[in-house]
């Protein structure tokens, strides 16, 4: 009995989407240690399904390290999920030693959950600057940034991100510099997610995978010191 997937009109709509790449993961997959990458995919799979449980109407997806949650709209309510869900999940990963980049965008997306068909401009949008930033980093990209300002709910006013020059691994002309980036761990004076970078640094021997924590802990410092006023 063959088994047809039809198109549903109802599942595609504009939404809310926040992808995530785990890095580190090829040196796991290198060093032969199963148990070690089994743990470090198994506890953030355990960690999104509780997150994203945790609201209505939220759905997500992984496949190894490349994860993805999204909402059923484009509403203000809806980006208050996603905002909270990344930037909780974001913050859990790197408190757990495990390096993270991502990014948010807002544009049409199909998902079709019961048959793991997933694709749309969202997508493709989250993918690309998730993967294109060569830092331990969380963004909201063009569509998110333009879409938080149709509804009055302006990034440059968002507590949680500041605007700041991204840094790409490579030279380009398709994405935009200057974006939102996530203070990640900046809801609280002495961020502790500082320290846990610069203790996941201490264990790297590459200078060019070094450099990545290096440009993560100053835009977290210099940040933390503009908003919390800290001279240090």
Sequence with gaps: MSIRIQYDPDFACKRWIGYFDLLGMKQLYKSGDPISIFLALSKSIEELQKRATAWEDVGYAWFSDTIIIY???????????????????????????????????????????????????????????????????????????????????????????????????IEHDKFLDHLPACLVGNWVSENPIIEKLKDMKSRIEKEEIKNKYDRTIKFLETNRRKNFNIDR
Excluded: M
């Design 71 to 169: 909402t059923k709209d484009d509403s203000a309510c809806s980006f208050t999920v996603i905002d909270n869900i990344t930037r909780w999940y974001f913050y859990f990963l790197i408190s757990g030693g495990v390096p993270v980049r991502g990014a948010v965008a807002c544009d049409k997306f199909y998902s079709d959950k019961k048959n793991s068909l997933f694709f749309g401009e969202a997508l493709i949008e989250a993918y690309e600057y998730g993967e294109a930033q060569d830092w331990i980093g969380f963004l909201l990209c063009p569509s998110a940034v333009k879409q938080l300002e149709e509804l009055d709910l302006h990034a440059e006013k968002r507590l949680n991100y500041v605007y700041t020059d991204i840094p790409y691994k």
